[in-house]
């Protein structure tokens, strides 16, 4: 490939053209591809974090590095150039690092194999690959909401290469850090990003003003709000009022339900946000032209999307999308307390927080009422539900969206009843579903 890229310095050029090897050279070329596709004029050089994301080893269809140059690279003192998480597994299956032996539903690609099968999982786990990987620095913390247990976030301004519907708008609009959709082996490998979009302070200026007709306070309200937000500002940067001040729990279906909704990734609360002390300073000076309001029947029409079910029985619920806190597990175990489910009740989680509500006693709690905590993975990663599950409850617009598209049936689609995670505790005691949009 010859290059017609004038602002790469000359250690860019040098990795360009190979001089420090296979591995940094292709990552560089793709890097090069990708400001061509983005119109960046140069790359950043990234202060904050990485957050790689699958295809992990093949960056695309024409850089393709193979596990032996990356091993060879390792081996040779080769690292990642910023701090890197991996959200999944860059090799594949996308198993559960805890709590697989009870997951009961076929592999995605090869739907002989079955996930609670040792040997199956103990091939899904490349445990050699991610050697290689973890030799380089990886941290494989398998979330895609790795910033609940980074434990070493981007302060404001820091340019990262994130991933994840729920990770980019957090690390934008919540941290106040700056970062495209891009976290890839290359970009945090060579700890540069190209320079376009979140990383340039004016494209992070809200573009267009969002009221609501109800004080948004409650997790399902921020949950449905979100959807709905994004569904109407698309990829514009969104100046969001109407709130209280969210929890954490709230940021993550906010920040998820706004990605699945539409393809939000900055908004602005006026003063809650790091970049939004008021409505003026999130415009960056600039005079809104658009407001969007946003009324009740709004909100209610996408909460019945969501909630699309035609019967109020109920096989299974699933709750994590994104993967819960410590905090949302602690409330759940307060509240499975003492009962009993019915119906299974999969509960999904980080697998660095797995130890802790293990330590904290909520696993006894949850087994003891007939819940399953596992971590690291999700429903619709893994593309199926259980056999014989043709009625799922769920507590984010997220998975109730996404859930639907693992059993593509059309003549018997996949019942999905969406509502607050009380709806859906009490739908895994009673086996039937008694929620609705208040
Ligand atoms: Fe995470 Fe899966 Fe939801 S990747 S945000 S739990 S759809």
């Not at 001089?19 to 990552?27: A, D, P």
């Not at 569904?231 to 954490?248: C, K, M, N, W, Y």
């Not at 939000?264 to 005079?287: D, N, S």
Request: net charge negative; with cysteine; proline share 5%.
């Amino acid at each position: 490939m010859s290059y017609d890229f004038p602002s790469l310095t000359d250690e860019e050029k040098r990795i360009f053209q190979g001089e420090e090897g296979i591995v940094k050279q292709k990552c560089m070329q793709y890097l090069v591809e990708m400001c061509q596709i983005s119109g960046a004029d140069r790359l950043v050089d990234l202060d904050g974090t990485g957050d790689m994301h699958t295809p992990g080893l093949a960056l695309s269809q024409f850089y393709q590095i193979t596990l032996d140059e990356l091993r060879d690279f390792a081996d040779n003192g080769g690292r990642f150039a910023i701090p890197t998480f991996a959200n999944k597994s860059p090799f594949g299956e996308q198993p559960p690092i805890h709590g697989w032996e009870s997951c009961n539903i076929c592999g995605q690609k090869n739907p002989e194999w079955r996930q609670d099968d040792p040997a199956f999982h103990e091939k899904a786990m490349h445990e050699d690959e991610f050697a290689v990987l973890r030799k380089m620095g990886m941290m494989t913390t398998h979330s895609c909401a790795n910033y609940l247990t980074m434990s070493y976030l981007p302060s404001v301004g820091q340019h990262c290469s994130w991933f994840e519907s729920s990770q980019m708008p957090y690390c934008n609009a919540t941290l106040g850090a700056r970062t495209n959709f891009d976290g890839t082996l290359a970009t945090c490998l060579l700890g540069k990003a190209p320079y376009y979009d979140m990383h340039i302070t004016e494209n992070r200026w809200g573009t267009i003003l969002v009221e609501v007709d109800r004080k948004i306070k409650t997790d399902l309200e921020w949950d449905v709000y979100g959807f709905t937000v994004g569904e109407a500002v698309d990829v514009e940067v969104p100046i969001v009022t109407g709130t209280a001040r969210p929890t954490t729990t709230q940021y993550q279906k906010f920040n998820s339900a706004m990605s699945t909704g539409g393809a939000v990734r900055m908004y602005h609360l006026p003063g809650i946000t790091p970049e939004a002390p008021t409505i003026e300073f999130a415009a960056g000076g600039r005079k809104l032209t658009k407001t969007i309001k946003i009324d009740d029947s709004a909100l209610r029409r996408n909460y019945d999307i969501l909630n699309f079910h035609t019967s109020n029985d109920v096989d299974m619920v699933y709750l994590g999308c994104p993967h819960l806190n410590i905090v949302d597990l602690m409330k759940l175990a307060g509240k499975l307390d003492g009962k009993k489910v019915k119906i299974p009740l999969w509960i999904m989680t980080a697998p660095w927080l797995y130890p802790q509500a293990k330590a904290l006693g909520y696993i006894d709690i949850f087994e003891k009422a007939g819940a399953h905590l596992m971590s690291g993975a999700c429903l619709a990663a893994m593309g199926a539900v259980p056999d014989g599950v043709r009625s799922i409850a769920v507590d984010t617009a997220k998975q109730a969206y996404y859930i639907t598209g693992c059993y593509p049936d059309e003549n018997d689609p996949l019942q999905v009843c969406y509502g607050s995670s009380d709806d859906c505790i009490d739908a895994a005691i009673t086996g039937k579903w008694r929620g609705e949009w208040r």
